[in-house]
């Protein structure tokens, strides 16, 4: 049996922009910067980055009460912020999340619910720091 969820994990990303009038790396992009420039087909291009790896986390939540599809009885959302000043939030894999931790942001299919196959990041404990 092929197991789909593995063959499209293969070439899955996230990506943010950059706006070729500030400069500003947007996530997730947006049709208008913040500086009013207006990202269309017939505009300067935005070149697109791939946003992974490490970053720091912000705050997290936990879920208790999650949709249809899911079969886990609970999930961990944590916020995290990547050097290059990007934030995003993913499914946080640590039992014991400390704010200001460090994190590998891995992107990987989602595998329940409305979302499924589209990317998500999973988060992943590299080392702690100490409060
Ligand atoms: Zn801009």
Redesign the pocket.
């Known amino acids: 049996m092929i197991d789909t969820v593995d063959e499209r994990a293969t070439d899955i990303s996230i990506r943010a922009a950059v706006?070729p009038?500030?400069g500003?790396i947007l996530y997730p992009i947006p049709l208008v910067?913040?500086?009013g420039?207006v990202h269309d087909l017939d505009g300067p291009p935005w070149e697109e980055r791939e946003i992974a790896g490490p970053c720091t986390l912000l705050t997290w939540t936990r879920l208790k009460a999650l949709p249809d599809g899911f079969t886990e009885n609970e999930m961990i959302l944590g916020m995290v912020e990547f050097s290059n000043g990007v934030r995003a939030i993913g499914l946080l894999d640590s039992e014991s999340p400390k704010l200001g931790m460090e994190l590998e942001a891995e992107v990987q299919p989602c595998n329940a619910g409305e979302y499924r196959h589209g990317p998500r990041y999973v988060l992943k404990e590299t080392s702690c720091v100490s409060s």
Do not use: E, P
């Open positions: 706006c009038v500030c500003r910067c913040s500086c420039q």
